[in-house]
């Protein structure tokens, strides 16, 4: 059978319907919207709407993409500014990332759905803008983890923080909780100084290097300088600094 086309019109239905769909959902209560409804929106039928995706599950996927454009967009823009510590930057996409869900709670509820989450273009975008923002403060001797684990503590506090105050609104009437997990997670995975947001220094741990804190940067610079290990060398050494710079003690 032969490759079915993609043609500009077909592009302007699937548009449509992920708007229709987009729509729905940011107006809906409790988050949840019928196929039915979206046909209807985007004035269509149940067929034509089967026919550019596969099932429910698929047009949601292509709608949390849609929604969370924005999303990247404006980590974009936060990513551009690189600060002197990583601490600060941490703080910038965590406050990014906050504002946005607690702007678009039905989109990031289902963003993180275990059905849509695995398979988010967008979501994998965002841990990699994340990933290599933690790789430059590992090369500057600023992290006391690896760059991967402190990647995944980052994401998971800043998920756990906004999915806590867009679900549970009347436990966190203020924005006290979010910024003492903020700091304690940077006070956890950093070394050095960082300001605490409005342009004081905070020391977030003592300034002296650990075996941990030296793994890390070691481990940046074996990946991104040059360096006479062959490959093999170099996968096995970076087995080795990544178990030091995780498992040494704080």
């Not at 607690?102 to 990933?131: I, T």
Request: include cysteine; hydrophobic fraction near 45%; proline fraction near 5%.
């Amino acid at each position: 059978m032969a490759a079915r086309t993609r043609t500009p019109q077909t592009r302007t239905v699937q548009i449509r319907i992920i708007e229709a769909a987009a729509a729905l959902l940011a107006k809906s209560v409790d988050g949840d919207i019928s196929t039915r409804e979206i046909c209807d929106a985007a004035g269509v039928t149940a067929p034509t709407l089967y026919h550019y995706f596969r099932d429910k599950e698929s047009l949601l996927r292509a709608v949390v993409d849609f929604g969370w454009t924005d999303f990247l967009k404006s980590k974009r823009s936060v990513a551009v500014v690189v600060h002197d510590h990583i601490g600060d930057d941490i703080r910038a996409g965590w406050y990014n990332h906050i504002d946005f869900a607690q702007k678009n709670p039905n989109f990031y509820r289902l963003m993180w759905a275990p059905g849509v989450a695995p398979n988010s273009v967008a979501l994998a975008e965002a841990h990699r803008m994340l990933y290599d923002r933690m790789k430059l403060g590992a090369s500057r001797g600023q992290l006391r983890v690896s760059p991967a684990t402190a990647a995944r503590i980052v994401m998971s506090a800043t998920v756990g923080a906004a999915t806590a105050l867009i679900t549970q609104p009347e436990h966190y009437t203020d924005d006290s909780f979010s910024k003492q997990l903020l700091e304690a997670v940077i006070a956890f995975v950093t070394v050095g100084a960082a300001t605490n947001g409005e342009g004081r220094s905070r020391r977030a741990a003592p300034r002296s290097a650990t075996i941990a804190s030296v793994a890390a940067t070691l481990s940046s610079k074996l990946e991104s300088e040059p360096n006479p290990l062959t490959p093999a060398e170099r996968q096995l050494l970076q087995q080795w600094l990544t178990v030091l710079a995780d498992t040494a003690t704080p």
